[in-house]
T-cell receptor, first 114, second 117 residues
């Protein structure tokens, strides 16, 4: 069965600094998608970044980038130049067309210190 | 990005009554919508997958007679919590899937907080 693990329940970063959130997953599929979603206090889930497993190049969206290591089944999120608005819960998610379901990790709460 | 609305955002009801929550994709058609439940400080728990024009697929442990899901059109899915009880109080989130082999992404509604007295 596919699983997604986020081993860091909580992280803190100083404003303007860089932080990396970890995510590992387990699957026997070769074709899948990985996502990072942000859930601020409003609880609206916001897509941060997505990665197709068949792409070797790491996805980047402005200050957000991923380090996708397919062989190691690792998908970490790097946030550069952290801003106060980045404070939120971050969920790593996995999707495969084999099940058409999204599987979420348990989340990492990110605190940004002024 | 794609926009998904959810209504109502908050609802308080008495025990034994039924509550309907609507999920709409505003600027795209969604053949598949998902319903999640989220307990405080926890992750999202998938309740069911809703496909337009067919019966929903429920996850193990989710009572289909209690949580009625209807996906009547490509832009609307509804979740009805029947005979609600205090233990059904939770945060319910819907999402709509934008498919396609290279673009598969899920967009979420803002959620509905249900409080059953």
């Amino acid at each position: 069965a596919q699983t997604v693990t986020q081993s860091q329940p909580e992280m803190s970063v100083q404003e303007a600094e860089t932080v990396t959130l970890s995510c590992t997953y387990d699957t026997s599929e070769s074709d899948y998608y990985l996502f990072w979603y942000k859930q601020p206090p409003s609880r609206q889930m916001i897509l941060v970044i997505r990665q197709e497993a068949y792409k070797q190049q790491n996805a980047t969206e402005n200050r957000f980038s991923v380090n996708f290591q397919k062989a190691a089944k690792s998908f970490s999120l790097k946030i550069s130049d952290s801003q106060l608005g980045d404070a939120a819960m971050y969920f790593c998610a996995y999707f495969t067309s084999g099940t058409y379901k999204y599987i979420f990790g348990t989340g990492t709460r990110l605190k940004v210190l002024a | 990005g794609a926009v998904v609305s959810q209504h109502p955002s908050r609802v308080i009801c008495k025990s034994g009554t039924s509550v309907k929550i609507e999920c709409r994709s505003l600027d795209f058609q969604a053949t598949t919508m998902f319903w999640y439940r989220q307990f405080p400080k926890q992750s999202l728990m998938l309740m069911a997958t809703s496909n337009e024009g067919s019966k929903a697929t429920y996850e193990q442990g989710v009572e289909k007679d209690k949580f009625l899901i209807n996906h009547a059109s490509l832009t609307l899915s509804t979740l009805t919590v029947t005979s609600a009880h205090p233990e059904d109080s939770s945060f319910y989130i819907c999402s709509a899937r934008v498919g396609g082999s290279s673009t598969d992404t899920q967009y979420f509604g803002p959620g509905t907080r249900l409080t059953v007295l």
